[in-house]
């Protein structure tokens, strides 16, 4: 069964290699990128793209990894009262079993 994951991972990998590829050949032509404050150099169109799909996954990363610490947290915090419950729980059966002795 893992070497199947493998298999279809490298396939998908492999089509989004060969998409990319292709994409980047068709869109040769270059072109300035006026931001309104600056105007970049000309460069093909694929390389725009590429580069801002590259800065908004960034972008989207950074901005999820609040969101990502804060339950990161919360994880940690729910594992420390699960342990706390846990000795609390192993306290009381011991007692209990001393009682019924």
């Given at each position: 069964?893992?070497?199947?994951?493998?298999?279809?991972?490298?396939?998908i990998?492999?089509?989004?290699?060969l998409?990319?590829?292709?994409?980047?050949?068709?869109?040769?032509?270059?072109?300035?990128?006026n931001?309104i404050w600056?105007?970049l150099?000309?460069v093909?169109?694929s390389?725009?793209?590429?580069?801002?799909?590259?800065v908004g996954v960034?972008?989207?990363?950074?901005?999820?990894?609040?969101?990502?610490?804060?339950?990161?947290?919360?994880?940690?915090?729910?594992q420390r009262h699960?342990?706390q419950?846990?000795?609390e729980?192993?306290?009381?059966?011991?007692?209990?079993m001393k009682?019924?002795?």
């Amino acid at each position: 069964m893992r070497w199947l994951k493998g298999l279809i991972l490298a396939i998908i990998l492999l089509g989004v290699l060969l998409i990319g590829i292709l994409f980047a050949v068709n869109n040769q032509q270059t072109l300035p990128l006026n931001l309104i404050w600056i105007e970049l150099p000309a460069v093909s169109l694929s390389v725009w793209l590429l580069a801002s799909l590259t800065v908004g996954v960034l972008l989207g990363m950074l901005a999820m990894s609040g969101v990502y610490l804060r339950l990161r947290t919360l994880l940690t915090r729910a594992q420390r009262h699960n342990q706390q419950q846990r000795k609390e729980l192993d306290r009381l059966r011991v007692q209990e079993m001393k009682e019924l002795s």
